[in-house]
């Protein structure tokens, strides 16, 4: 590299002096350039070449570099006859001379002419004999320099973020300095993380650089060292024990971005249906027993959102075959209770839908207006805040139409606001299956809420959807989620969408199975792997329930409600009706179940209020389906994988939740070495509490320590694959 050089200010400069000569004749051949080249070139006296001296000095000595350049037609010699080499002390004295001979030059450049232990700012002043052409003309050049420190190039920073995630492009930088301050360098700059990623660069004397490489990523879950080496530094420098540097990324499978991703503003809740007739005379209670402990573990579990039908028949005797109708009322009312005193935010559902109902809907909304303002008013029932009518209307609910569902909540609306409630109680539309048993397209749930949406959104608060999947066929549950969302949030417009519910869900067993019993109703009881148990005994239950919530929570949704909190009947369908339970019946001591307990997890690291955030990665594979709208649609394009997603609390609150759908038909141990987990985003140096779901297999919850973050606000930590975890701020006992 050619540089006019200059020494600091303050110090005494000199200038360079280059003088054409005509000087003796030396015998001896020259490797100068060819006749053809030479008999363009000037005469001696017409300053034929120009030259420049560069003297550097460091702890290993001094040396020069004298490059000789041509003009007009003359060539660059590669050889100079003779130098003379004059250095000089401080106070200007000479103190050396010396001479050599047929020096090699390449290009016109002699490099590296030991000069010995010349110290910084001393004058050098050389005599060069340049020889050229057939005629052996003789150029004399002279000049002057002082001798400079040699550069010292440091990599003095790197930029880089301290986390970042599996497969993600980040930026690194590094910052090169030239730190002597009299002359710059050339170099080449290299990141050691990925191989043959290097830049060149050239940092000016004083000064420094910043090299970029961009788009860097990296494929494994692992911290990494980022190591920025400088080298090959022209000229070269005085230390190079300072040309590295190195860096740490925390590179993660999953990480909480910033800004955070809310895909819903505040959570109702998360909680479960409570059977209304648990205290009526429908439900046969082992004499003697009582009601056992069932109030003390539903209060236990904490839900926080409660789904409770009213039935017109049942509690009301609008049919007047329930003579019993008035023990069944108050069983209805202590069943609200019981949720309030759980903490729960109660929904009550206008259960069925008779023809009188249907075709006069004012007084039937009249007095469900009036049950609910003696819940909130006579009662002090204050969690009641939300309502609906009729359930699964889109199914086989008496086979209401969309004109007659209209009448019955535009009833409702106006008999709450004559009563002064209509604040108090939100109205929640939809409650739809996929589509009814008839199969018929317009009861297709795409047909039914888009016309709610159109004709009824300004009556309604909030939708709801039921979901129900096969444990064996758990494709069913995605598909569901990802139709539905389809649904809410690009076949509405965005003037026509509210907040999305699933207000029943649920895992299926099967009605055969081999040894046991075929059930008459759609009961489906039985997990055939083990034994043909029942399905809500078994962990897999517990494992896709909690599954569905956190794939929910992903797609936005803002509350659900598992069928069923607890043993007991609705009606007189069949003995062991609605066998979805989280406690068991009482004839085994109100059993809670792996499903209570995985709910329970939830339940107590979340609370209503908080948002819903999402982890990256998030893509297409994520939320998409090969196609929507497909009736008993049961794939989605998304491979089993870690599943997660957050919640974050006014006060600086923070919980993930997830799990690994490998496991999700695990009932037993898995024989895997346990997934590990590696989140980033968190906030650096926090301690959080790991709860455990199912961790040994028993379907049971555990706290298994606590896991604080690194400075790069990185949480790495293992969990079974038959588990579930809350990584949460949450205090956990």
């Known amino acids: 590299m050619n540089r006019h050089l200059q020494l600091p200010s303050g110090r005494r400069t000199a200038a360079l002096l280059v003088v054409a000569a005509i000087g003796a004749t030396f015998a001896g051949a020259s490797r100068a350039a060819p006749a053809d080249a030479a008999t363009v070139c000037p005469s001696a006296t017409d300053d034929a070449y120009d030259m420049r001296l560069r003297a550097l000095t460091g702890p290993a000595g001094a040396d020069l570099r004298i490059s000789v350049a041509a003009t007009a037609g003359c060539a660059r010699p590669q050889e100079l006859k003779k130098i003379q080499l004059k250095t000089f002390a401080a106070d200007g004295s000479l103190e050396r001379t010396r001479n050599l001979f047929d020096v090699d030059a390449p290009g016109g450049v002699a490099n590296a002419i030991n000069l010995g232990d010349v110290p910084r700012d001393r004058q050098i002043e050389a005599e060069v004999l340049v020889q050229t052409g057939t005629s052996k003309r003789t150029q004399v050049l002279r000049g002057v320099t002082r001798t400079f420190l040699r550069p010292d190039l440091v990599v003095e920073e790197i930029i880089a973020p301290q986390q970042s995630r599996v497969g993600k492009p980040v930026v690194v930088r590094a ?53 920025m080496t400088v080298e090959g530094a022209d ?8 040309n590295g540097l190195t860096a740490s990324l925390d590179v993660t499978e999953h990480e909480l971005p910033t800004p955070r991703n809310v895909l819903f503003p505040s959570l109702l809740g998360y909680g479960a249906q409570f059977n209304m007739h648990l205290y009526a005379p429908v439900t046969p209670w082992p004499a003697g027993l009582g009601y056992g402990d069932i109030e003390e573990k539903v209060k236990k579990l904490e839900p926080q959102l409660v789904r409770i039908f009213y039935n017109e028949n049942w509690d009301a005797n609008l049919d007047s075959l329930h003579p019993e109708w008035r023990e069944n009322y108050a069983s209805f009312v202590k069943a609200v209770e019981l949720a309030q005193a759980a903490g729960a935010t109660i929904d009550i559902s206008y259960q069925s839908l008779s023809t009188g109902t249907r075709t006069t809907p004012e007084p039937a909304m009249a007095k469900f207006a009036d049950v609910l303002a003696e819940l909130v008013r006579t009662r002090g029932l204050t969690n009641v805040r939300w309502a609906e009518v009729g359930n699964e209307p889109n199914g086989n609910s008496g086979g209401v139409t969309l004109e007659q569902y209209n009448a019955l909540y535009r009833a409702l609306h106006a008999q709450l606001v004559a009563r ?127 599954w569905f919530n956190i794939a929910s929570a992903q797609l936005g949704v803002a509350g659900s409600a598992k069928w069923d909190a607890f043993w007991g009947r609705y009606d007189n369908s069949s003995i062991n009706n609605q066998l979805y339970w989280m406690v068991g019946p009482p004839t085994e001591g109100s059993p809670i179940t792996p499903t209570y307990n995985a709910m329970s997890l939830l339940f107590h690291v979340t609370e209503p209020g908080w948002q ?79 709860a455990v779901w199912n961790a040994t297999g028993d379907g049971t919850n555990s706290i298994a320590g606590t896991v604080t973050t690194n400075a790069a606000g990185v949480a790495r930590f293992e969990v079974p694959l038959q588990a579930a975890f809350a990584l949460t701020t949450v205090p956990m006992s």
């Open 235 to 242: 000229p070269f420098e005085t230390d190079v024990a300072n």
């Open 420 to 546: 002064g409630l209509r604040e108090q109680l939100q109205l929640m539309g939809g409650g739809l299956i996929e589509i009814s048993a008839q199969g018929t397209e317009d009861r297709h749930h795409y047909v039914w809420m888009k016309w709610i949406a159109e004709h009824m959104s300004d009556v309604i608060d909030g939708y709801a959807e039921h979901v129900y999947w096969w444990y064996d066929r758990s494709g069913r549950l995605e598909y569901r989620l990802r139709d539905t969302y389809n649904l809410m949030t690009r076949e509405l417009s965005a003037a026509q969408r509210k907040p999305t519910y699933m207000m029943e869900f649920g895992i299926r067993g099967y009605n055969s199975c081999t040894g046991k019993p075929t059930l008459a109703m759609a009961n489906h009881l039985y997990y055939r792997p083990d034994g043909c148990t029942d399905i809500w005994r078994t962990n897999i239950a517990g494992f896709q329930q909690l």
């Open 612 to 690: 819903i955030i999402g982890l990256d990665p998030w893509v297409d594979d994520d939320w998409g389906v090969p196609a929507y709208e497909v009736v008993g649609g049961a794939s989605s394009s998304d491979e089993p994988e870690k599943e997660l997603v957050g919640y974050a609390g006014p006060n600086g609150q923070l919980t993930i939740m997830g799990l690994d759908t490998n496991g999700k038909e695990l009932n037993t141990v898995s024989s895997e070495p346990a997934p590990a987990y590696s989140i980033g985003g968190l906030p650096a140096h926090t301690d959080f509490n790991l």
């Open 175 to 227: 910052v090169i300095a030239e730190r002597n301050g009299d002359v710059g360098a050339d170099a080449v700059v290299s990141l050691s993380a990925i191989p043959g990623a290097a830049e060149p660069v050239s940092v000016p004397a004083s000064g420094n650089v910043t090299v970029t490489f961009p788009g860097v990523s990296f494929g494994s879950a692992v911290p990494v060292e980022l190591n």
